[in-house]
């Protein structure tokens, strides 16, 4: 207090100035100064926010630039790597090539080529090209343009965004063991009823597949090739919902019954359904007593013998039936050793996997696989046998007796049609 | 001067404000703080005064909202070590007190506790401690990120002893636990030697969030089996449902993400069958691990939808394990990289297990001490 200022006035305003702005706020006495700064400050940081938007887009912008860009993955094909587009939604193979493609045999179709284990196998070529349309113009060697077109069967996938069919009839047909003229009518069969009801028709060389299994000898295994066509045909039709396969020993007789209105309504497999009984004789697991019929995935069959009846079923587009035919024709299920028939491979598969019997309506034969007896009379109508009218006559166990020439030829004169 | 300190209130320094400058010029640095200070403090009672009752209802609000949303998340944790009523659904039980209907956390963790303990041997005092320090770790993370989080029990049980059943419990469990938690959308697969090491990702960050950038869905760039890259019918258009890691030994499944799907379902179920396992229980050392790389190498349903996260994004290994590509930085865990969980697999063959949970739990702490914390210790 003894030492004072010169000036009164001015050093109370450098003391003013120097404690205005207390931690950051402006004291109620500078109220006015505040004001007159107010401006200033909206400059201020609205620059500063025009700063911070800035730095955010670029960042995101230098961010975009600097990731990896998304992983480009091989995309989905069959068994060839290469693929063709087919042009209609009935597929199935030249069936005129048949006694050439008997003359020419598997040993001029594949490569036979000496595994590392000894072994010889025939091999699928997964990279094979298709041969052009420049191409078949130029050769002339019949035998080689045979070959190249049933090389290039497998190849075909229907792709075309219109006149896509719901439903398609898989068949495997056989030049080693039948006769061009069962074969031709065989297919036709099939294309009939495709084109009445605007389906599609997947059918394959069974031959087609011989490469792909480990065990060749076809004899041991003729079953199991069935859920290769049904995983190719899956492939080939991808937006299809429903697959009736349908055995070469089978005809289809009533052409003018419409799955949708018979096999795969909620009412007709209402009443077909086996509830309740074991998969196969002597097995502890049943079918369910109650089925969701709208997300049933599979339809098989079951004999009078309470054996499954793979002659014709049906799977669907979804991944239970993808798991169901994978499954089955993994190596490692398919190569055991099976003491069983495939019928029974089936129910195994099903009994063991709860998932998948869920989504599996057992049925009785009588709606898509009627055993035809000829020795019975019209008038013994039961739930497993063929009368007049049924959809499917199966001629199950012919070629052993060797009688499928004789049933197809007469069975064929009396399919209805319209 | 004194007469000034003690005569300091509102209305002395108004009046000084205005008039008494004659005090004022002589003011000390500290004087002029606490002046400061009031000036603040009546600025703020003119202004904020008006609103206390908004203030404090708005206070109540944010309070109780915390209060209720952090109750109900340890409802979340299960131990079911020791679950003796099978019949009893606990996750349904334990949950629901504030809302009825409150929905299934989108994760939840499964720790696998106690793996073949109880039978062979009894379990030793570090082992304790370790399943103590594990289920301590992820109870803390899942609590920070509102998951859920279920213990289930490994016991060797004799349903399983059969050579043919032995890795069949994992799928039983995970079976089991979509039941229990039906709105969950993934499931976050655990074994008991683990740790999360940095609890402050989330699962959304780390991995749900960029799935597509960290994810691999073929083999081409890491494929320890040698598997076949290409596969007929293998769609990797389709969304992912199960998220695993493979090691320098092929698939690890020490910790791996399912997603709650149908698809899921069926392949628990087709996971396992007696044929398989029949031909191959001799060779399948690793068991459900096996059969899976099994299926992965013939079965296109089960590829399309498999997805390969980065080891170290999920289950980075500490030095000890894959011994043999000891110089191979895909493998082990690296504290610099932050990487999110360290598994010490196989530790109970030849390591100490003690030793390893110890040390990197001790580093866990470490790395996520932040300068302020020891002002609280």
């Not at chain 1, 055991?336 to 099903?350: D, I, R």
């Not at chain 2, 698809?263 to 398989?276: A, E, G, N, V």
């Not at chain 2, 000891?326 to 690296?334: A, Q, V």
Request: contains cysteine; aromatic residues 14%.
């Amino acid at each position: 207090m003894v030492l004072k200022p010169k000036s009164k006035k001015g050093s109370h305003k450098a003391n003013e100035s120097s404690s205005q702005w207390p931690l950051g706020i402006p004291p109620l006495s500078s109220t006015k100064k505040y004001i007159g700064t107010k401006n200033l400050r909206i400059k201020l940081s609205s620059i500063f926010v025009g700063v911070c938007i800035l730095l955010y887009v670029f960042s995101k912008f230098f961010n975009s630039r600097g990731s990896k860009p998304t992983n480009q993955y091989p995309p989905v094909h069959g068994l060839y790597m290469n693929e063709l587009s087919a042009s209609s939604r009935l597929i199935f193979p030249h069936v005129e090539h048949a006694t050439i493609l008997k003359e020419i045999g598997i040993r001029g179709l594949y490569v036979f080529r000496a595994e590392i284990d000894g072994s010889k196998q025939y091999v699928l070529k997964a990279d094979d090209k298709p041969l052009t349309d420049e191409e078949k113009k130029k050769t002339t060697d019949q035998v080689y343009l045979v070959k190249k077109s049933f090389l290039d069967h497998g190849k075909l996938v229907y792709r075309k965004k219109s006149d896509e069919p719901d439903i398609v009839i898989v068949t495997l047909v056989d030049f080693e063991r039948y006769d061009l003229e069962n074969i031709v009518k065989v297919v036709q069969n099939r294309v009939d009823y495709a084109q009445i009801h605007r389906y599609g028709v997947y059918v394959r060389w069974i031959q087609e597949f011989l490469p792909v299994m480990s065990n060749q000898d076809m004899d041991s295994n003729y079953d199991f090739y069935k859920g290769l066509v049904m995983r190719a045909a899956l492939h080939a039709f991808p937006r299809a919902k429903k697959f009736l396969f349908i055995d070469q020993d089978a005809l289809i007789m009533n052409l003018n019954l419409s799955l949708k209105k018979h096999l795969l309504d909620k009412n007709i497999l209402d009443v077909a359904l086996l509830r309740n009984v074991p998969i196969k004789p002597g097995s502890n697991v049943k079918t369910y007593e109650n089925l969701d019929f709208s997300t049933v995935s599979m339809v098989i069959p079951q004999d009078e013998n309470g054996v499954l009846d793979l002659t014709s079923f049906v799977v669907s587009n979804d991944y239970y039936s993808k798991a169901f035919l994978e499954f089955l024709i993994d190596p490692i299920v398919r190569d055991y050793g099976w003491q069983e028939s495939f019928p029974s491979v089936v129910a195994h598969v099903l009994q063991w996997h709860p998932q998948l019997l869920s989504k599996t309506a057992v049925v009785v034969p009588k709606i898509m696989a009627s055993e035809f007896d000829d020795t019975r009379s019209d008038d013994d109508v039961d739930a497993f046998h063929y009368t007049e009218g049924d959809l499917i006559a199966s001629f199950k166990g012919c070629r052993e007796a060797g009688v499928c020439a004789k049933y197809i030829n007469n069975m064929y004169s009396k399919t209805k049609k319209t | 001067m004194s007469d000034l300190d003690t005569q300091y209130d509102g209305k002395s320094l108004n009046r000084y404000n205005d008039e008494d400058e004659k005090d004022k010029k002589s003011l000390t640095f500290f004087k002029r703080i606490k002046l400061n200070f009031f000036r603040v403090h009546n600025y703020f009672h003119s202004e904020l005064g008006k609103s206390k009752r908004t203030l404090l209802l708005l206070f109540i609000v944010i309070f109780l909202f915390f209060w209720i949303t952090d109750s109900t998340i340890p409802n979340t944790f299960i131990d079911q070590r020791s679950n003796q009523a099978p019949n009893q659904v606990p996750g349904k039980s334990a949950k629901s007190n504030w809302l009825s209907r409150k929905k299934d956390p989108r994760f939840v963790i499964i720790l696998a506790a106690n793996e073949g303990g109880g039978v062979l041997k009894w379990k030793s005092e570090q082992e304790w401690a370790i399943e103590h320090i594990s289920i301590a770790n992820k109870k803390a993370y899942a609590k920070r990120h509102g998951y859920g989080l279920t213990i289930k029990d490994l016991t060797t049980v004799k349903r399983y002893s059969h050579e043919f059943r032995e890795g069949w419990q994992k799928a039983d469990i995970l079976k089991q636990t979509m039941r229990e938690f039906p709105d969950t959308e993934w499931f976050w697969w655990l074994d008991l030697d683990t740790l999360i090491m940095e609890p402050e990702k989330s699962l959304e960050d780390h991995i749900f969030n960029r799935i597509d950038e960290i994810t691999d869905r073929t083999l081409e760039n890491f494929n320890p089996l040698n598997l076949e890259l290409d596969q007929p019918y293998t769609d990797y258009s389709e969304e992912m449902n199960l998220l695993i890691t493979q090691d320098c030994g092929g698939f690890n499944l020490g910790s791996f993400f399912i997603k709650n799907s149908d698809w899921s379902r069926l392949f628990l179920d087709m996971w396992w069958d007696p044929i398989t396992y029949e031909q191959k229980h001799m060779v399948w050392e690793h068991r459900e691990q096996d059969a899976l790389e099994s299926l992965y190498a013939s079965e296109a349903w089960l590829r399309s939808k498999i997805g390969f996260l980065p080891l170290r994004s999920i289950n980075a290994f500490p030095p000890g394990a894959c011994s043999d590509s000891s110089d191979d930085p895909r493998y082990f865990y690296n504290e610099r990289d932050h990487d999110f969980v360290v598994n010490m697999a196989g530790c109970n063959f030849g390591r100490d297990c003690w030793g390893e949970i110890q040390y990197y739990a001790g580093l866990m702490k470490k790395l996520n001490t932040r300068w302020y914390t020891r002002f609280f210790f």
